[in-house]
């Protein structure tokens, strides 16, 4: 069975600092990894994808992955309070189109000023 | 911008009653879009994958007779909620593929069932 795992939290991190979000994954085979952004009430937005090992920059968001530990995180730099929200990690055995994702529950993450 | 349009994004209504969802691709074309649940606090479960021009495929555990999905168009899914009960009441959120992207989501429909 393919699972997605994530700390729920809350992980509480003061404005400004690094915020790292974590994920483990069970099925070897994964081929694609997502960090998707969720606020209360609102549907999920895309925030970082990798494919590769290694890490991938984008702004204050940092993917990392490490198939061999079946481990992808998410770091963000100078966290700010509108990063708050829940922070859901997806896994999908396909690259490209038409692959269906596995979530995790999600991390929440609180930026305290 | 959204790429991603669904509708409506609440619903309240009465037990018994069927509900569509719609669910569009703005600027491009999904010949795949995909249908999830979400109760509080819990995450993104996906019920089915809706393929245009075929059948829907169902997730386990997924009532394909009371979740019924049309996927007429390359741009338009449907979901509807057949003879809703409180039990049904959920965030309902469709996704679609982008060529050579991620998934994108629509903005969910919240579904109260009284």
């Known amino acids: 069975q393919k699972e997605v795992e994530q700390n729920s939290g809350p992980l509480s991190v003061p404005e400004g600092a690094i915020a790292s979000l974590n994920c483990t994954y069970s099925?070897?085979?994964?081929?694609?990894f997502f960090w998707y952004r969720q606020y209360s009430g609102k549907s999920p937005e895309l925030i970082m994808f990798?494919?590769?090992?290694g890490d991938k920059e984008d702004g204050r968001f940092t993917a990392q992955l490490n198939k061999a530990s079946q481990y992808v995180s998410l770091l963000i730099r100078d966290s700010q309070p509108s990063d708050s929200a829940t922070y859901l990690c997806a896994v999908s055995g396909n690259t490209g189109t038409a692959s269906k994702l596995t979530f995790g529950t999600g991390t929440r993450l609180q930026v305290t000023l | 911008g959204a790429v991603v349009s669904q509708h409506p994004s609440r619903v309240i209504c009465k037990s018994g009653t069927s509900v569509k969802i719609e669910c569009r691709s703005l600027?491009?074309?999904?010949?795949?879009m995909f249908w999830y649940r979400q109760f509080p606090k819990q995450s993104l479960m996906l019920m089915a994958t809706s393929n245009e021009g075929s059948k829907a495929t169902y997730e386990q555990g997924v009532e394909k007779d009371k979740f019924l999905i049309n996927h007429a168009s390359l741009t338009l899914s449907t979901l509807t909620v057949t003879s809703a009960h409180p039990e049904d009441s959920s965030f309902y959120i469709c996704?679609?593929?982008?060529?050579?992207?991620?998934?994108?989501f629509g903005d969910g429909t919240r579904l109260s069932i009284l």
């Open positions: 099925d070897r085979g994964s081929q694609s």
């Open positions: 996704s679609a593929d982008r060529p050579n992207q991620p998934q994108h």
């Open positions: 600027d491009f074309q999904a010949t795949t």
């Open positions: 990798i494919y590769s090992n």
